[in-house]
């Protein structure tokens, strides 16, 4: 009995062994007897191309080789050196060496080979030696929205900026051709190659205007050299939808010539900061300010009007024991009463520290929750920065009445621009954009990006009241090299210190600007930031005259008629 038990365990075992073999298995068994009788030779898949807005091409492909070898099929390593040698203009040494080494099963013996270069080594017909097409990536712009555009490894995936995040559309899937070889690797008489084609990757279509960002660079470009400044950055944006027109990040780099051997230079100048780093905005958030107050007077009186509402005198203020000072008297050496548009005019810093306190802490955060700050705009790109916002829990008095005039509040430069969209457009933020839709060579939309709103901020009368007051500043305040002759311009200017190890960096300061036009209803929405500036630093004098070529540039771009044509 005990006999027939062994027998009969011996027996399931061999049976669930033959089980496990036949269908857990089969497929591992398959692939690794195809790999033992085959060679394959890849057939990369083409990459997508990234275009801007209108089609033109800021990333595409140059066709390039690479050529390959299996010692164990090579008949004649020397023969073969010396063509390679004469083909690829390589040592012969080094080649020989290559096409001899049977340690390995295949062997890289040039890459990025040119069509010429594979047709002249095709024409020998050696043995072991064969070829496959891999794209070079090539940038038509060179340095132009490096940041945004960003680039890919050597094997062509992409690492940063659109490249990395649309990778997945970009990448398409490589297929192979398959040549049954014997043991050693030598192809078989007779034998029929399998093939298994690539499946070529999608295109990406930008929101990006390249006419707009080629503008823009070379007017970020021009105040970066004229201010010795150490950086140079702007953002256009259409406010009605959040699409990003334009992304500058200055100093910059040609994506043709990636500087791959010195890494921190590379990271410091492909990394996004419009995106990636925080700044104290200075005066220009107090476009949030204003708008959340002009929002909570509305809510209490619909018949009120923000723009008459008087605000005192007071040259300073006192939180917590800080004085807080205007920056300088308004009239005749006096600082006067004045309304809430005077106050933008001005830049009064104690007139925003008065519609701080009064709002409160939590009706403030309310508001700066519905402009999301601290936590991310949601556009389409990689490391993204939430800014810091202290927590309302942990708030002192003095500095909640800071962050009213922008400082105490680190933001994205992108932040900033989607918030003062926002408040210009009607009260509506949505989630930026850089890629409009993905499609394939045979234009073909495969997936389109629309608009997402995100949040309501303040309501459409606010809006219109506030874009009143932004379009004085330009007119009449400190804003007015800003001013184009016949078209209707909003904005507000900024000038912020700047802090290292919690002080007050001497004599370093961000000189900003944030405007839109047309006024009444803004199509164009730029912020400019020009840090550390050199021989002036005020941003009405340093950014806002940046503010009005680009949107110079803009009109003739767009061919848009003054405003008395309209």
């Known amino acids: 009995m005990a006999l027939l038990l062994a027998i009969a365990f011996l027996f399931c075992i061999f049976l669930g062994r033959f089980f496990y073999i036949q269908l857990i298995w089969e497929d591992e068994l398959h692939y690794l007897a195809l790999d033992q009788w085959t060679r394959e030779i890849p057939v990369n898949a083409g990459r997508g191309n990234i275009v801007d807005r209108n089609g033109e091409l800021l990333a595409g492909n140059r066709a390039q080789y690479s050529v390959y070898a299996r010692a164990s099929a090579v008949t004649d390593p020397e023969g073969s050196a010396a063509l390679l040698a004469d083909a690829l203009g390589e040592p012969y040494e080094r080649l020989l060496e290559k096409l001899t080494d049977k340690s390995r099963s295949e062997i890289v013996v040039a890459r990025r080979a040119e069509k010429s270069t594979v047709e002249k080594i095709a024409e020998t017909e050696m043995k072991g030696v064969y070829y496959a097409r891999n794209d070079a990536r090539v940038y038509p712009h060179g340095d132009l929205a490096s940041q945004v555009i960003g680039f890919t490894a050597f094997d062509r995936t992409g690492t940063t900026g659109v490249e990395g995040y649309y990778n997945s559309f970009l990448a398409g899937e490589s297929g192979e051709i398959l040549f049954e070889t014997d043991l050693v690797g030598v192809d078989l008489k007779g034998a029929t190659a399998a093939y298994l084609p690539a499946s070529d990757g999608l295109n990406v279509k930008l929101t990006i205007d390249y006419r707009i960002q080629a503008l823009a660079e070379d007017v970020m470009g021009r105040v970066l050299q004229e201010y010795e400044a150490k950086a140079a950055r702007a953002i256009v944006l259409d406010p009605q939808d959040f699409s990003v027109l334009a992304m500058v990040n200055l100093p910059s780099y040609d994506l043709n010539e990636i500087p791959r051997d010195d890494m ?20 220009t958030f107090k476009i949030v300010t204003a708008a959340a107050n002009i929002e909570e007077v509305l809510r209490k009186n619909p018949r009120a009007l923000p723009l008459e509402h008087i605000f005192s005198s007071a040259r300073t203020r006192s939180v917590d024991g800080t004085t807080i000072r205007c920056w300088s008297d308004h009239k005749n050496g006096k600082h006067a009463n004045q309304t809430l548009a005077e106050a933008l005019n001005n830049s009064c810093n104690p007139c925003f520290v008065d519609i701080a306190l009064s709002l409160g802490k939590e009706t403030f955060y309310k508001y700066l929750s519905a402009f999301r700050f601290g936590r991310t705009t949601g556009i389409d790109f990689s490391g993204e920065t939430i800014g810091m916002l202290l927590p309302e829990s942990t708030l002192r008095d003095c500095d909640f009445a800071r962050i009213g005039f922008g400082q105490s509040i680190a933001v994205t430069a992108l932040q900033l621009a989607c918030a003062a969209a926002s408040a210009v457009n009607g009260g509506y933020y949505y989630a930026p954009r850089l890629a409009s839709e993905i499609f394939s060579d045979d234009g073909e939309v495969r997936e389109r990006m629309e608009p997402v709103l995100l949040s309501r901020t303040v309501s459409e009368r606010a809006s219109a009241i506030l874009r009143e007051m932004l379009e004085g500043v330009v007119r009449d305040g400190s804003g007015k090299k800003a001013y184009i002759e016949g078209y209707r311009v909003a904005g507000k200017t900024g000038t912020a210190q700047k802090y ?46 940046c503010a009005r070529e680009i949107f110079e540039g803009v009109i003739d771009i767009m061919d848009i008629p003054p405003e008395e044509e309209l």
């Open 264 to 283: 921190d230079t590379l990271n410091a100048l492909s990394r996004n900061c419009l995106v990636s780093d925080v700044y104290e905005p200075g005066s």
């Open 500 to 545: 290292e190890n919690g002080a007050i960096a001497q004599g370093k300061y961000v000189s900003s600007f944030v405007g839109c036009f047309p006024a009444n209803a803004p199509r164009y929405l730029c912020l400019i930031i020009v840090d550390e500036p050199q021989g002036g630093y005020y941003g009405s004098a340093v950014a806002a005259p």
